[in-house]
């Protein structure tokens, strides 16, 4: 594996390395006419151009009262708007708070008022879902792609609000550090509602640099396929902004488009989601296979034959694994022979694999992966808000994924399962508790349970196994109904089993393990096969 000769063991990186602000300045002064952003059937802007529509933004939110450490949600998809917010928001100081464009309901209420902001940046298409919830702290909201004309408790502002005078920025109170909370992503919680990962400019500097993304290299350009309020999108537009280089970018992921988005946006790098590369290996064969400027393709997880893939469309493929709170400790080396790996561990950090105690267990034998760097504020900050989080998944010192892994005999990482309920189905993670939550508002439900069972495309799909209230009938068609307009579109179960009562322990705890085990049984009903159907809600098309 290629290893960086240049990496800074101990410090933490300048902050002309990895501060937004300062690097963005710095390109463009030294490139400014390089492009950074390209945007698929859009518009192409340069390093200067770039500086200037973040100066732009940044004095615009200055306007509504934003400061230097202040919080401010941006609720956009992919585009040339959310990505001038974000990177106005950082100018200021400011704290980036992106949250996914499915979330409604309660859900919805958790996040905004755990973000503690009082400016939101909103499409239109996503306005009604503010109606009749509680916005917290949100006083302003500057909507983003027309006006839709509901009435809020808020001040409802145009777009225009965030058009100001890129020379009238106010000073800094203080230099931005590296160690600064850069953003605030929301996961999906387990043994409770989702959690906002604190995130330094550090951690996203060592999650999308050389050591991790090591087979990217300045003269690339990345595709960001992923939405911007996820870590997987977040990671192109800094890593390859960190390294003077540039980023493409599609609204999402669609395999009709797929090619001719990359050869349109000469896009040479792509991280793929496990069911996306599995899409694209199911089109039938043809010409287009290598006709394409792509040259990279990283598959997370790995669950497509590698050296097939690479074959099949000429491109080099590796793996890596990361989450939200951590900075990518494994990596492979390129087409690697074997599905589940995750790679070796890069450089500066230390993991172990764990019992429930913390204590090693045996080479071979399946346990936590935790994690530690040799590098200050590379990991998580935290979970906002949230100290009893924060403490469990630190404890001893170290932090905890609450994935399962092992080490095979070419000491690679393999990745075993899930510790934690969290399901994980088309590149989204679903907390079960928030679905259950959901689902146990049913009148006709006593009791549920959701659980992940295989899907075709890899990863998850959603099982609920709910027990009627008493004298009811639970119509599983009518318990979809009546959660599509509660939940994201990903959340809501593809399949509905009926039992008579939960199986649960002497402590009255679920036995999820036992319904993960028996999984689709036969009376389990499937409403994709009783022909409902649930897509994205597109936004801003």
């Known amino acids: 594996m290629e290893v960086n000769p240049t990496r800074i063991d101990h410090g933490v990186p300048a902050r002309e390395a990895c501060v937004l602000r300062y690097v963005l300045e710095k390109w463009s002064r030294q490139k400014p006419d390089q492009i950074y952003a390209k945007f698929y059937r859009g518009p192409s802007l340069t390093y200067s151009e770039m500086e200037m529509l973040a100066r732009q933004t940044a004095a615009g939110l200055a306007r509504l009262g934003v400061k230097q450490g202040d919080t401010v949600v941006v609720w956009l998809p992919n585009s040339l708007e959310c990505l001038a917010s974000w990177f106005g928001v950082n100018w200021l100081g400011a704290i980036y708070v992106p ?19 009082t400016v939101m940046i909103a499409h239109t298409d996503l306005m009604s879902r503010l109606d009749g919830i509680d916005l917290a702290n949100i006083r302003k909201i500057v909507e983003v792609g027309g006006a839709c004309g509901i009435r809020l408790n808020a001040d409802v502002l145009p777009s225009s609000a965030l058009e100001g005078d890129a020379d009238s920025v106010p000073d800094l109170q203080r230099p931005i550090e590296p160690w600064d909370v850069q953003s605030i992503i929301y996961t999906s919680g387990t043994t409770g509602p989702s959690k906002g990962v604190l995130s330094s400019y550090a951690q996203l500097h060592a999650m999308s640099g050389m050591e991790g993304f090591y087979m990217v290299k300045e003269g690339d350009r990345y595709l960001c396929n992923l939405p911007l309020f996820h870590v997987g999108g977040t990671i192109p537009a800094m890593g390859m902004l960190c390294r003077g280089a540039s980023v493409s970018f599609v609204t999402s992921f669609s395999t009709e488009t797929f090619w001719p988005s990359i050869n349109e946006t000469q896009t040479t790098v792509v991280l793929l989601l496990g069911a996306m590369a599995t899409f694209l290996a199911k089109t039938p064969r043809g010409p287009a296979d290598r006709d394409h400027c792509l040259k990279t393709v990283i598959i997370v997880p790995l669950a497509e034959d590698a050296m097939a893939f690479s074959q099949r469309f000429g491109v080099t493929v590796y793996t890596l694994y990361n989450m939200t709170e951590i900075s990518t400790p494994l990596v492979s080396g390129p087409n690697p022979n074997r599905t589940g790996i995750c790679g070796k561990p890069r450089g500066g950090v230390d993991l172990r694999i764990v019992d429930e105690n913390d204590c090693e267990v045996s080479v071979g034998e399946t346990g936590e992966l935790i994690v530690r760097t040799d590098m200050p504020w590379t990991l998580n900050s935290g979970y906002n808000q949230n100290p009893e989080a924060t403490v469990k998944a630190w404890r001893n010192g170290w932090f905890h994924t609450g994935d399962a892994f092992r080490i095979n005999e070419d000491g690679d990482y393999v990745f075993v399962d899930r510790m934690k309920d969290t399901i994980r189905r088309r590149g989204e993670n679903i907390s079960s508790f928030e679905v259950e939550a959901e689902i146990a508002a049913h009148p006709t439900v006593n009791e ?41 579109h990903f959340m809501i179960p593809r399949y509905v089993r009926i039992v008579e009562r939960l199986p649960r322990t002497p ?35």
């Not at 499915?102 to 755990?114: I, S, T």
């Not at 959701?450 to 998850?460: L, W």
């Not at 402590?507 to 022909?531: P, Q, S, Y």
């Open 99 to 117: 949250i996914n464009t499915a979330y409604k309901g309660r859900l919805l209420e958790h996040v905004l008022a755990n973000s503690n902001a």
């Open 448 to 488: 549920v349970a959701v659980v992940s069972v295989p899907s075709e495309f890899t990863e998850d799909e959603v099982l609920c196994v709910v027990a009627p209230a008493p004298g009811t009938t639970i119509v599983p068609a009518d318990l979809i109904a009546f959660l599509q307009p509660r939940l994201a």
């Open 507 to 541: 402590t009255e705890k679920i036995k999820k393990h036992e319904l993960r085990e028996e999984g689709l049984t036969v009376d389990t009903w499937d409403r994709e096969a009783a022909g409902i159907k649930i897509r994205r809600e597109h936004v801003g098309r």
